[in-house]
């Protein structure tokens, strides 16, 4: 008898403490952010305990894949929370994409939890969303498309999985309360925009792979002090750290051949540069408005290597001939030490009145007219051996 009555004491705890269970799991769906005390979520948002799923945030809008075997979240739908949940599971089918636009200019979102289901984060997915402060994006996604956080003036701060090895254009443009991000090793293409007016970036370090510094991809990132860029990189977009004022050095690779328009434009605290030899272009102001620049070492000459057009030196800082070369190049500049090619052109340092020393490469041969003519302040020049003919003046 006694012992028919412990196996119903027993029976009755086991069922009391069941019960108490699945109705905590039940409480928890009114708050989709937490699971019930002493149970948690697997990766599939489902209690390990108790097998109850994550709701999530009601009122999202969802569209079934063309897969018919999973969902995106389209949008914003009825719902209203500041911070968006969203559940692994929508009508037992994963949710696998955020959709393109899909909570586009919803600037009332402070947060966003993503499941872990996520492979694919749409264009414009996020874009405007000024409030937001702060999201995870899913270890599956593998490219960050055209736009997605742009403009979410109030994140402070992403991690970026390692995974992605693409971050589309304008992808973080605008996050202007951004002061780091770290972007992983297996990261190849880096678009145009990316990191532009994200005022608050300090420092970045570009990974290995990536081979090209696109267009605008830090304007404007005005606090920006230093970058890393790889031995990897081969050429520098259009406006690439137009607007960097706070940039006091960096170290071009020798890799790169190309550094295009406007590249460093107004860049106000470089002070120093070294172009490499391998560099063949250099666009038109490139270096304007470097108002801090003192010294510069140059493969050559001008616009290009081949010294076809454009052989003054003013040039690369916004000088449309020779005779803007004195108020183009900055009267900051005082030392010049030329590092390859053949020839210094006619007129090549006309008016250059700032610079005070110019060492030239043992590889040039030839020296045109009017080079040096009008440079004031020139009190040391180093001609090589090798040099057989100078021209006029």
């Known amino acids: 008898m006694k012992r028919k009555s412990l196996y119903t004491l027993l029976l009755c705890i086991m069922l009391l403490f069941a019960s108490i269970a699945f109705a905590a799991c039940g409480d928890k769906d009114k708050d989709k952010n937490k699971c019930a005390a002493g149970h948690a979520y697997n990766e599939q948002d489902t209690c390990t305990v108790c097998g109850v799923r994550l709701v999530g945030t009601q009122g999202l809008e969802y569209t079934l894949n063309s897969d018919n075997a999973s969902y995106s979240v389209s949008g914003i739908g009825t719902a209203t929370e500041e911070s968006v949940v969203m559940s692994y599971w929508h009508e037992n089918l994963p949710v696998t994409a955020i959709a393109e636009r899909a909570f586009d200019n919803c600037q009332n ?35 960050i498309e055209h736009g997605a956080f742009s403009g ?166 916004g000088a449309n001939s020779y005779t803007d070369n004195g108020t183009r190049v900055p009267a900051s500049l005082t030392t010049v030490t030329v590092t390859g090619n053949t020839s210094i052109g006619s007129y090549a340092f006309y008016n250059c009145g700032s610079l005070t020393s110019i060492t030239i490469s043992n590889s040039v041969t030839s020296i045109g007219d009017y080079a040096f003519q009008y440079c004031h302040s020139l009190t040391s020049i180093t001609i090589p051996n090798n040099v057989t003919s100078i021209g006029d003046y």
């Open 109 to 143: 979102i402070t947060g966003v939890r993503m499941p872990n289901s996520v492979t694919s984060i749409g264009s414009r997915a996020f874009s405007g969303c000024s409030s937001l402060t702060s999201i995870m994006i899913p270890q599956g996604v593998t490219s």
């Open 152 to 317: 979410c003036s109030s994140l402070t701060s992403i991690t970026i999985p390692q995974g992605v090895t693409s971050i589309g254009d304008y992808a973080f443009h605008r996050c202007s309360a951004l002061t780091s991000i770290e972007i992983p090793q297996q990261v190849t293409s880096i678009g145009n925009d990316v990191f532009s007016y994200c005022s608050k970036l300090t420092s970045i370090t570009i990974p290995n792979g990536v081979t090209s510094i696109r267009e605008y991809t830090f304007k404007d990132c005005s606090s920006l002090t230093s970058i890393e860029i790889p031995d990897s990189v081969t050429s520098i977009g259009n406006c690439a750290f137009e607007n960097c004022s706070s940039l006091t050095s960096i170290a071009i690779p020798n890799g790169v051949t190309s550094i295009e328009w406007r590249a460093f434009y107004s860049c106000s605290s470089l002070t120093s540069i070294a172009i490499p030899n391998g560099v063949t272009s250099i666009g038109n102001d490139a270096f304007s408005y470097c108002s801090s620049l003192t010294s510069i070492s140059v493969p050559f000459i001008g616009a290009s290597k081949d010294g076809t057009s454009n052989t003054h030196f003013g040039y690369i800082f």
